[in-house]
């Protein structure tokens, strides 16, 4: 326990753990110093040997920073198919045409309540001097929640239309239909 009577997250892990936990949930370049620091790890060279193996492995990339030194950050191509791979994985082709449907129905009703083709002409209504700022919140929130249903759908059909595990296992040892 730590002097705040609650375990330290870093307890178990290793300073190169600890980095690449960190390094795992950047949204934005960021250089060594400040992987360092989140990572609570002492040694620059450990955070620097680290986040050079991570790239090397295609985990995150490399960049210019507006400085000229060198900054991390994530590799979204990388994390797309490890997404996509995770669905294929967990999921069986029903269960994402589910997900699908739902998101659909979620989306076709969002539309019928505001009387709206379109994400766009939802956004387009925010500024619509009728509103108060409650109701103007509230469309903001469905938008958020729109702009990620439509990346999850995205997501959801790349995996749908991949071979599953599941099915690939009926041709293990025999022939191919």
């Excluded at 390094?23 to 050079?52: C, F, N």
């Excluded at 994390?79 to 082709?93: C, G, K, Q, S």
């Excluded at 083709?117 to 409650?134: F, G, K, M, N, R």
Aim: glycine share 4%; aromatic share 8%; proline share 3%.
């Amino acid at each position: 326990m730590t002097d705040r009577g609650l375990d330290s997250w870093t307890d178990d892990l290793t300073a190169r753990e600890r980095v690449r936990e960190i390094v795992t949930t950047i949204t934005e370049p960021r250089s060594v110093e400040w992987v360092r620091e989140e990572a609570q790890v002492s040694s620059w060279q450990t955070a620097k040997d680290e986040l050079e193996m991570l790239v090397d492995f295609g985990q995150v990339q490399a960049v210019g920073g507006d400085d000229g030194n060198r900054k991390y950050a994530p590799n979204y191509q990388r994390r797309y198919f490890d997404e996509v791979a995770e669905l294929i994985n967990t999921h069986t082709r029903a269960e994402l045409r589910d997900e699908i449907a739902s998101i659909h129905a979620d989306i076709d009703e969002w539309k019928g309540r505001f009387d709206v083709e379109s994400w766009d002409e939802l956004e387009a209504t925010l500024t619509d001097d009728a509103l108060d700022s409650e109701r103007i919140r509230e469309r903001n929130r469905i938008l958020r929640q729109w702009e990620r249903y439509e990346d999850n759908k995205r997501l959801l059909k790349h995996a749908r239309q991949l071979p599953h595990p599941k099915r690939l296992r009926r041709f293990e040892g025999g022939a191919c239909p």
